[in-house]
């Protein structure tokens, strides 16, 4: 039997597991800690930390896997190429290009080296300040961390100081980037690349959730709304021309992008799927199932036959944020979602309380409903 190894047991995890078992896999599931819904939903755990190359690729060699892999996580895949590399497993990017998605300040490096998607920006090592920055307000990252973590706003050059201690305090590298705030509507595009050619393309819109916290994804939409729609063949563009400069041959991209007056600028490429279950609105809204189109990629099946951005009937996918000590019960459920949702997932055990992450947001769940 087939064996696959999924790096993570969070809940976008499960997606890929249950994906994977539909085929008729036999799934295999590690992360440091015998936490999140993928524990059970694979047919075992391995307590591994799935940052350790060598404990992952002894695990895999151990159990015969024949596929490694991860979705929605940044920090889980420089391990699912450099094991994969080593055991002679399939996977679409290489260390190097993975490496430079990772880093935020590799990323812009290398666009500004095309001369594409212009953003000023400044790398701030982890002994270093940022005195000579001179453009507010600023984004204030950390640069190979994920889920928003470490990430502020500053308003002047007195708040910078704070925002590099925070940034720095959710980094492994201690190295932080200062980026100029773009402003505009935002756009997320999920990409497929086959051969060096882009053969799916959709774009939709993300919306962000209006808390304290900074760029928490408060809902997604498809198709693009009029404030957006007239950007798409930028977008299609400035995507077209990111992959031909960063070298990509295959396999899938998530860019996240803002819609400015001077055109669209990217703010991040991830060299992953996304982490917020965008595959299951994609095949609501076209019928095409994008996840399993890039399993099924991995394990030798082709590119399926379909249009490079199917026809979508308009849906929204939208989470339920909420305070980390709010319990999860069908009472909050029931007020929470909409009353004609297509689909509902409540993703917290009944009587629980949501993972932890910090003190002022959760996710619980989310739903689909038609319409925006």
């Keep these: 039997m087939t064996r696959a190894l999924i790096l993570g047991t969070l809940p976008g995890q499960v997606d890929a597991i249950d994906a994977l078992k539909q085929r008729g896999l036999e799934v295999h599931a590690c992360g440091h800690q015998r936490v999140g819904p993928g524990v059970t939903a694979a047919d075992r755990f391995w307590e591994v930390d799935i940052t350790d190359v060598s404990a992952v690729r002894d695990l895999a060699e151990s ?4 596929l490694v892999y991860s979705v929605g996580s940044d920090i889980a895949m420089p391990t699912v190429v450099g094991v994969s590399e080593a055991l002679g497993l399939p996977h679409f990017h290489s260390s190097e290009l993975t490496e430079v ?21 400044l790398r701030v090592g982890p002994a270093d300040d940022a005195n000579d920055w001179a453009v507010f307000p600023a984004f204030v990252k950390p640069v190979d961390s ?14 910078l100081q704070a925002a590099l201690a925070e940034a720095r305090s959710a980094t492994r590298s201690g190295e932080v980037i200062v980026e100029e705030v773009l402003q505009g509507p935002e756009v997320s595009i999920h990409v497929f690349v086959d051969d060096g050619e882009v053969r799916f393309f959709l774009p939709s819109d993300r919306y962000v959730w209006d808390g304290p916290m900074v760029g928490v994804a408060e809902s997604h939409a498809i198709p693009l709304a009029p404030a957006t729609q007239g950007a798409h063949d930028s977008l299609r563009e400035l995507v077209a021309q990111c992959v031909a400069a960063l070298g990509v041959t295959d396999g899938p991209l998530y860019f996240q992008t803002i819609v400015t007056s001077d055109g669209p600028r990217i703010i991040e490429i991830a060299s992953r799927l996304d982490g917020c ?11 095409f199932d994008f996840l399993d189109a890039v399993l099924g990629r991995l394990l030798g099946d082709p590119w399926p036959d379909i249009p490079e951005e199917p026809a979508a009937e308009p849906m929204t996918l939208r989470f339920f944020l909420d305070s980390p000590d709010v319990l999860a019960t069908d009472e909050y459920l029931a007020a929470t979602a909409t009353p004609d949702a297509l689909f509902v997932d409540l993703q917290v055990p009944r009587g629980e309380r949501p993972r932890r992450t910090n003190d002022v947001v959760a996710r619980f769940g989310y739903e689909i409903y038609r319409g925006f």
């Design 101 to 121: 998605l990772r880093s935020k300040t590799l990323t812009r490096e290398r666009l500004d080296a095309a001369s594409l998607s212009p953003v000023a920006h």
């Design 146 to 159: 994920q889920g928003q973590r470490g990430i502020s706003v500053v308003s002047d050059r007195a708040q």
């Design 63 to 66: 159990i015969d896997a024949q």
């Design 277 to 287: 279950h965008m595959w299951r609105l994609i095949k609501m809204t076209t019928g």
